[in-house]
């Protein structure tokens, strides 16, 4: 139960912190237009691109998230992290079943939910819009990453530059993929980036839980 209650805060916490600079920017520019959450991006996911574009992407994607970038990180760096207290997997590690519900809430909202509405909602549709989809896609990507370099070092992980490198590697590349399919393949929808950005880290999530 305190992991259920402690994902819940986390959520609650998480949805008013990344939601609050794009419904203050909504609400001061474009509250006449549209809605906040149609505006975000929050409307039915319909395919554009081709059939086949979907299946290249589901086929990068599937590398991209089996590919086990742990195997570059110095053992002693990784036995450190996978202690750490201030990395907030660990506190479902070896719990089982247990680690499902609060999990749920966590990855889905609290990650999921939370930082699309930010990144994949907010930047990359005002990036798209004033530099091209092709830019605005990379530029949030890039920022996604190093918001994990950031929080890692405000959390007071001592982790080394070759870890915070390979950290803004993999979620900015997670955060490309994730804005290419909302942009390129669907029509704008935030929906799918939500669904695969939960899904992936409460996958991740049950395999330190189960572990």
């Known amino acids: ?5 402690s994902s819940i805060t986390t959520a609650i916490v998480n949805l008013i912190v990344f939601s609050l600079i794009p419904f203050l920017w909504w609400l001061l ?4 237009e549209t809605g906040f959450f149609q505006w975000l991006g929050f409307y039915r996911p319909r395919l554009k691109s081709k059939w086949w574009v979907l299946v290249i992407f589901a ?3 599937y590398f991209f998230y089996n590919f086990d970038f742990t195997q570059l990180i110095d053992p002693a760096t990784l036995e450190y992290v ?3 207290d201030a990395v907030s997997a660990n506190a479902f590690a070896g719990i089982g079943a247990a680690a499902i519900l609060p999990a749920l809430i966590q990855n889905f909202i609290a990650n999921g939910v939370a930082e699309e509405i930010l990144y994949r909602g ?3 549709k005002r990036l798209c819009g004033k530099l091209g989809t092709a830019a605005g896609i990379v530029l949030q990507a890039v920022l996604f990453g190093l918001m ?3 929080l890692y070092m405000l959390v007071g992980l001592d982790v080394g530059l070759w870890y915070h490198i390979l950290t803004f590697i993999f979620t900015g590349m997670g955060a490309l993929l994730l804005g290419w ?4 393949i669907y029509n704008g929808s935030i929906i799918p980036s939500i669904v695969l950005h939960g899904a992936g880290n409460f996958i991740a999530t049950m ?5």
Do not use: I, Q, T
Request: proline share 0%.
């Open 1 to 5: 139960m305190e992991l259920v209650v």
């Open 29 to 32: 520019r474009h509250r006449k």
């Open 59 to 61: 086929v990068l994607y």
């Open 82 to 84: 996978e202690n750490s």
């Open 122 to 124: 907010f930047l990359c």
């Open 148 to 150: 994990h370099n950031v």
């Open 181 to 184: 399919l909302n942009e390129k």
């Open 207 to 211: 395999l330190v839980a189960f572990s």
